[in-house]
């Protein structure tokens, strides 16, 4: 944000100094006959008494003159000019020839030198001194407060813009993050407040929407249980009756496809609940090995019959603070997604750096295409090689975990993997 008003203030430092010199120039050029006059009017009184002075004395004479009166006019340097020699054109020296002084003006505007012809072909040239260095030093000193009573005002008319700005920014950060009731608190007066209501008004919007989808899916799902506990009671009651090796199979397989169904179902109640800005974490400060051991032990079996070797390499404090239940359905979703594509090896390594737990999933499988990776925690997406449901589930797995790990203030990132294949960090902020 200090950029911008950086960038105002170059605009209009660069505005004042264009129209400094573009200003004068115009006025100048079309008031120059008046300013000419006036410059003359301050030189009369001077160019009375030397003309007075010098009118009736030779050359030489005049040349003698010179350096007292040039003494006595010290603000003033006073020179005798051959008319032969000096620049001028026709209008000029037909008017100088007249006995009427010339003046000539400066960028500013102001008479630089006064010329009065003085007779035997001689001009007396008046002009005025340099700046002394102090008084120089005053005009510039004057234009650096001018500049800085600029900034300031620049400045007070940017700080309550950028402190707005700066709660728009946050706000909108904060609905990324999945806080929907943020929002800005920018009142109605402020230059913004018009920009700040709209954008409260989307944020109401877009909370009732994802409430409405989320009451939508949790009300169907839980609607979904009671004709599937049906079904499964029925099959059970089916499958007691005597009957072909045909009709069993098919029993079978319907008993097979209610059982995804309430998997789905319940995966969706997760999924929406997780998504619920009422649930109330309960972190917990626990031992972190032994906490992944409880956590990963389940696995056991499965990794012992699909000879998959799992290493767990704990890198990090002993003591961590975070939600038991969350962290571990996302490492358990997080480790099975790497059992179905892994080719014999996982690796869970835990670290902590700079008040960050940091818990890394890698398998050693073909990984994920470039072009998948930026959907693959979307919701009921799956990968074209996971089409099958025997190995790709619902598309729910990665999005579950990601929002385990939001809901903590945490991220869960694809990353490459050491081993080769997919690799996922999960980072959670710790107490100080």
Same mark, same amino acid.
């Given at each position: 944000?200090?950029? #911008?008003? #950086?960038?105002?203030?170059?605009?209009?430092?660069?505005?004042?100094?264009?129209?400094?010199?573009?200003?004068?120039?115009?006025?100048?050029?079309?008031?120059?006959?008046?300013?000419?006059?006036?410059?003359?009017?301050?030189?009369?009184?001077?160019?009375?008494?030397?003309?007075?002075?010098?009118?009736?004395?030779?050359?030489?004479?005049?040349? /003698?003159?010179?350096?007292?009166?040039?003494? %006595?006019?010290?603000?003033?340097?006073?020179?005798?000019?051959?008319?032969?020699?000096?620049?001028?054109?026709?209008? /000029?020296?037909?008017?100088?020839?007249?006995?009427?002084?010339? !003046?000539?003006?400066?960028?500013?505007?102001?008479?630089? %030198?006064?010329?009065?012809?003085?007779?035997?072909?001689?001009?007396?040239?008046?002009?005025?001194?340099?700046?002394?260095?102090?008084?120089?030093?005053?005009?510039?000193?004057?234009?650096?407060?001018?500049?800085?009573? +600029?900034?300031?005002?620049?400045?007070?008319?940017?700080?309550?813009?950028?402190?707005?700005?700066?709660?728009?920014?946050?706000?909108?950060?904060?609905?990324?993050?999945?806080?929907?009731?943020?929002?800005?608190?920018?009142?109605?007066?402020?230059?913004?407040?018009?920009?700040?209501?709209?954008?409260?008004?989307?944020?109401?919007?877009?909370?009732?929407?994802?409430?409405?989808? $989320?009451?939508?899916?949790?009300?169907?799902?839980?609607?979904?249980?009671?004709?599937?506990?049906?079904?499964?009671?029925?099959? !059970?009651?089916?499958?007691?009756?005597?009957?072909?090796?045909?009709?069993?199979?098919?029993?079978? *397989?319907?008993?097979?496809?209610?059982?995804?169904?309430?998997?789905?179902?319940?995966?969706?109640? @997760?999924?929406?609940?997780?998504?619920?800005?009422?649930?109330? +974490?309960? %972190?917990?400060?626990?031992?972190?090995?032994?906490?992944?051991?409880?956590?990963?032990?389940?696995?056991?079996?499965?990794?012992?019959?699909?000879?998959?070797?799992?290493?767990?390499?704990? *890198?990090?404090?002993?003591?961590?603070?975070?939600?038991?239940?969350?962290?571990?359905?996302?490492?358990?979703?997080?480790?099975?997604?790497?059992?179905?594509?892994?080719?014999?090896?996982?690796?869970?390594?835990?670290?902590?750096?700079?008040?960050?737990?940091?818990?890394?999933?890698?398998?050693?499988?073909?990984?994920?295409?470039?072009?998948? %990776?930026?959907?693959?925690?979307?919701?009921?997406?799956?990968?074209?090689?996971?089409?099958?449901?025997?190995?790709?589930?619902?598309?729910?797995?990665?999005?579950?975990?990601?929002?385990?790990?939001? !809901?903590?203030?945490? @991220?869960?990132?694809?990353?490459?993997?050491?081993?080769?294949?997919?690799?996922?960090?999960? $980072?959670?902020?710790?107490?100080?």
């Amino acid at each position: 944000m200090p950029r #911008i008003l #950086i960038r105002l203030f170059l605009i209009l430092l660069i505005s004042y100094a264009a129209a400094s010199y573009a200003a004068p120039y115009l006025v100048i050029h079309l008031f120059k006959h008046r300013l000419e006059s006036y410059g003359i009017e301050q030189y009369q009184g001077i160019l009375y008494l030397l003309e007075d002075r010098l009118a009736g004395l030779t050359p030489d004479e005049r040349s /003698e003159q010179m350096p007292e009166l040039a003494a %006595k006019f010290s603000a003033e340097q006073l020179h005798m000019l051959p008319i032969d020699q000096v620049d001028t054109d026709e209008r /000029e020296r037909h008017r100088l020839m007249q006995g009427k002084p010339i !003046a000539y003006l400066d960028s500013d505007g102001l008479p630089e %030198k006064v010329r009065l012809y003085i007779g035997d072909g001689q001009l007396l040239e008046i002009s005025a001194d340099a700046l002394p260095l102090d008084i120089d030093l005053i005009y510039w000193l004057t234009n650096l407060l001018i500049g800085a009573v +600029l900034m300031g005002g620049v400045f007070l008319w940017w700080r309550p813009h950028w402190q707005d700005l700066e709660r728009l920014k946050a706000t909108a950060h904060r609905l990324g993050q999945g806080h929907l009731d943020a929002r800005t608190q920018i009142p109605v007066h402020s230059n913004l407040g018009e920009l700040a209501f709209v954008f409260d008004g989307m944020a109401d919007e877009l909370e009732g929407l994802l409430a409405r989808q $989320r009451d939508l899916i949790n009300a169907v799902s839980h609607e979904l249980r009671t004709p599937l506990s049906r079904l499964e009671f029925g099959l !059970a009651l089916i499958s007691e009756t005597p009957m072909t090796a045909s009709a069993e199979k098919r029993i079978e *397989e319907m008993k097979s496809h209610v059982s995804e169904l309430n998997a789905l179902v319940l995966e969706l109640l @997760s999924y929406t609940r997780l998504q619920s800005p009422r649930q109330v +974490l309960e %972190k917990t400060t626990l031992p972190l090995e032994e906490y992944l051991d409880s956590v990963l032990g389940a696995f056991a079996e499965v990794l012992e019959e699909r000879n998959i070797r799992l290493d767990i390499r704990v *890198e990090a404090t002993s003591l961590v603070t975070l939600e038991p239940r969350l962290t571990a359905r996302a490492l358990q979703n997080l480790v099975s997604n790497a059992m179905r594509y892994c080719q014999q090896q996982i690796l869970v390594t835990a670290t902590y750096t700079r008040g960050m737990l940091h818990i890394s999933v890698e398998d050693d499988g073909i990984g994920i295409p470039d072009e998948e %990776k930026t959907n693959i925690f979307t919701p009921f997406y799956r990968l074209d090689r996971s089409r099958d449901r025997a190995t790709g589930g619902f598309g729910l797995g990665l999005a579950i975990s990601r929002e385990a790990i939001t !809901a903590q203030d945490g @991220s869960l990132t694809l990353e490459d993997a050491t081993l080769g294949g997919a690799g996922f960090h999960i $980072r959670l902020p710790q107490p100080g």
